[in-house]
């Protein structure tokens, strides 16, 4: 019979991972260990963290298994801070219960447990939904994580899955994990900069850790650590303009969308044959968690590699054209404005003969940089950022930094026309010599319309 874990003991010798964002991540209960070996986080090793920005960011090669350990070491820093300066020993009600430390860290460590490769393309095609996914994994008696973090107590499953969901009774553990600046994305916004090589993610992790502290409404800031919340906020706003939202990464999105759309109807036509390997339960929509749990980013390319050499041409030319990095390159447009000339470019795309059910595209992706609570509006908005006074009080963070407040409530992005690469490099390209004048009609709507190509 296997012993039930005594969270309250640690490891006889401290085990590391060496990490190169936070230079070592620190495992000191067994219970920790055991769950980073189950089958289903060693999964996380297999899928990318930004799925198609590798395309973009050659350096962006790192997984979600190590992202979710990042999130787990800032979660145990985090509570290591807490249990010495604001306990509720020292601050009564509002301090921090270190009995609560052991659910968060499970929780930090597999909140992304229910990511599936390229994500949220993924979702969009199958309908899926990682969040649920991860709360099906952690509570399923299948999983090897549900068997371990059961030896903890019947219910402690429930309690971790219930952190993810966003309805566990103690606020401090949720927003520890899921609010408008938790350890999900600390660690992101800099591991993400990290691999892809850019600055703009590398805010003063270090001092905002040094000012957080729990509050009676979750957690709060020391306000004179203001200025390091600002950074974090122009950062994450800056990651999302550069590196989230980059054109390219999301022309290989759009192209992997066409590419499985394309597959989906192939399947389910009776006069194509269609090798899917560990797709086939998704085409069918009859998909089991164990079903989920085998796929990742290879099983996704051995698909891609075999469609490559389908005799469909559509389909082959999408494979090859995600597989060799030739993605849909786009224009901005302003929604609105620019419509009437989209379907004139529509048309001229179909004229030279492709299916524009699958060459063309409208994509938008747009982000809240910071919102605010506001209880009586019809979206009362996120988990608000508060700064805490030396006396004890609170204040909003927009309310004290015009930084913020100028970012506060705005969305931000932009939206783009997919097209093949060809009509806007038609000097280039010899192949498409046979609808050039085609390819001059196109690129002169957008000049005369003041339509944006991104290359200019």
């Known amino acids: ?220 800031f020391q306000f004179q650590g203001m200025h390091a919340v600002e950074d974090y906020i122009v950062s994450r706003y800056q990651m999302y303009m550069q590196v989230y939202f980059h054109r390219v990464s999301r022309g290989m999105e759009v192209t992997l969308d066409r590419l499985l759309k394309r597959a989906k109807k192939l399947y389910h036509d009776p006069q194509y044959s269609l090798p899917v390997g560990l797709l086939e339960p998704f085409f069918e929509e009859s998909f089991t968690l164990n079903d989920y749990l085998r796929l990742d980013d290879g099983a996704m390319t051995t698909c891609f590699t075999m469609w490559q050499e389908h005799h469909d041409p559509i389909l082959s030319d999408l494979a090859g054209r995600f597989l060799d990095r030739r993605p849909l390159k786009s224009v901005r447009f302003t929604p609105g404005k620019d419509e009437p000339v989209l379907k004139k470019l529509e048309s001229i795309i179909e004229e030279a003969g492709y299916d524009t059910e699958y060459y063309t595209a409208y994509n938008s992706s747009y982000d809240l940089p910071y919102d605010f609570y506001r209880p009586h509006h019809d979206k009362p908005g996120k988990t608000q950022i508060e700064l805490m006074y030396p006396d004890g009080s609170i204040v909003e963070l927009s309310e004290a930094s015009e930084l913020v407040k100028s970012l506060t409530g705005k969305i931000r992005g932009d939206e783009r026309f997919y097209v093949p690469k060809e009509f806007l490099n038609a000097s280039k390209r010899e192949e498409i010599s046979l609808f050039e004048p085609l390819v001059e009609e196109f690129n002169r709507y957008i000049r005369n319309n003041a339509i944006i190509h991104p290359d200019n």
Not at 17 to 30: K, T
Not at 129 to 142: A, C, K
């Open 1 to 220: 019979m296997t012993r039930p874990y005594d969270v309250t003991e640690l490891l006889p010798i401290e085990k590391v991972f060496r990490d190169p964002v936070h230079g070592y991540i620190h495992i000191q209960h067994q219970l920790i260990l055991d769950l980073i070996d189950t089958k289903e986080f060693q999964r996380l090793r297999r899928i990318k963290q930004l799925g198609t920005a590798s395309f973009t960011f050659h350096g962006a090669e790192h997984s979600r298994f190590s992202h979710s350990l990042g999130v787990y070491e800032i979660t145990r820093r985090i509570c290591d801070k807490f249990v010495r300066n604001f306990s509720v020993e020292k601050e009564g009600a509002d301090g921090w219960d270190d009995n609560e430390r052991i659910v968060a860290l499970c929780a930090a460590l597999l909140h992304d447990i229910g990511h599936g490769p390229y994500s949220h393309t993924f979702e969009a095609i199958f309908g899926t939904d990682h969040e649920d996914l991860s709360t099906r994994i952690i509570l399923s008696p299948e999983t090897e994580i549900h068997q371990v973090l059961a030896r903890v107590g019947p219910g402690f499953p429930k309690k971790v899955a219930s952190v993810i969901q966003h309805t566990y009774p103690n606020p401090q553990v949720v927003q520890l994990i899921s609010s408008q600046i938790d350890a999900d994305r600390m660690d992101y916004l800099q591991r993400d900069a990290y691999f892809t090589g850019v600055t703009y993610g590398a805010f003063d992790l270090t001092r905002i850790l040094r000012v957080i502290r729990p509050s009676k409404n979750g957690i709060a």
